[in-house]
């Protein structure tokens, strides 16, 4: 599943890399070809730092640098960051998030790599047109001795993952991706030149 999910953008890259050696530089194919390059480029660099994350947290080497952090305002920033794929397919965005801050602590850089990959999936995984909701919540201490915690939901009317696929998708190098693109319609997918 790994070797198919990093030979995916190479394909497009070699093919554009092919059809530059024939063009000039400003023919617009060229821009193009240059766009997609650069676009599959930083898929693989995802890819692969996901591989060096997975590899350091399974060997218990990841360190998390906690601060506190304003979830409010990084949900916002995720969600400006991932608008383009929403405004390409159409899709909508509801947000319930506080207009003050709300702190939390954890790893900023962590915390947005979460944030992106789940309004990343939501876009990816969500038809055309769609809908992804977004809340944060802060939600009361319970039991008196715990503090009260942050809640983040995100919730989108994609196909969403079938429970025997859910052991599936907490597993390091597996994932349900693939196997749920697949059942798409080939003109359902992104445009990926």
Known sequence: MLGHELRNPLAPIRNAVHLLGSLEYGDPLFVKCRAMIEKQSRHITRLVDDLLDVSRITQGKIQLRLESVDLAAAVRHAASATEHERARTGQSL???????????RADAARLDQILANLLGNAAKFTPDGGHIWVRVERE???DGGRPASAVLRVRDDGLGIELQ????AERPVRS???DILAQRDPRDRPDDE
């Open 94 to 104: 509801e947000m319930g998030v506080p207009e003050g801050p709300m702190w939390v």
């Open 176 to 178: 349900p991706d693939a």
């Open 165 to 168: 696929d859910l052991a599936v």
């Open 140 to 142: 009361s201490a319970r």
